[in-house]
């Protein structure tokens, strides 16, 4: 099975409520779209700040979980966001999640959230904490 498809197959709940669509996948980077519907803007009918941080803590934790050990977990323990520009209601923004640093306790991810033109909209830097895996 591709790291793709352990993705696709697996999705966590809030992100699927949030529409979040891998596009590609592998342990140096991980790539995925999220329409910019109506529900997740804020006024004027822009994807709210929340919304792009949830993005971008999803394919964080997504690229953490296709670099750890068998067994292993993680969760976010930092996050910093730039917001750049707006991305409007009726786009598509795409995700790019790569490597800064992965070791064996930690793991930390640069994400670019840019509109389907291009433009940056924001600039995810968070840290992954790796979760050892439970003695049986």
């Known amino acids: 099975m591709t790291d793709l498809e352990r993705l696709q197959q697996s999705p966590l709940p809030f992100a699927a409520l949030l529409g979040i669509r891998y596009l590609s996948a592998g342990k140096e980077r991980v790539t995925a779209e999220l329409a910019v519907r ?12 929340g919304a792009i941080m949830a993005f971008a803590d999803t394919l964080g934790a997504a690229a953490t979980m296709l670099n750890l050990p068998e067994g292993a977990g ?9 917001f750049l520009a707006p991305a409007p209601v009726g786009g598509t923004v795409l995700g790019e999640t790569t490597p800064v ?6 793991m930390v991810w640069q994400t670019r959230i840019s509109t389907a033109e291009g433009r940056l909209v924001a600039l995810v830097t968070q840290t992954q904490m790796v979760l050892e895996p ?3």
Do not use: Q
């Open 38 to 49: 109506d529900e997740l803007c804020t006024r004027p009918a822009v994807l709210h700040g």
């Open 74 to 82: 993680t969760t976010t323990i930092e996050s910093k966001t730039n």
């Open 101 to 106: 640093h992965r070791g064996k306790r930690t």
């Open 134 to 136: 439970k003695a049986r």
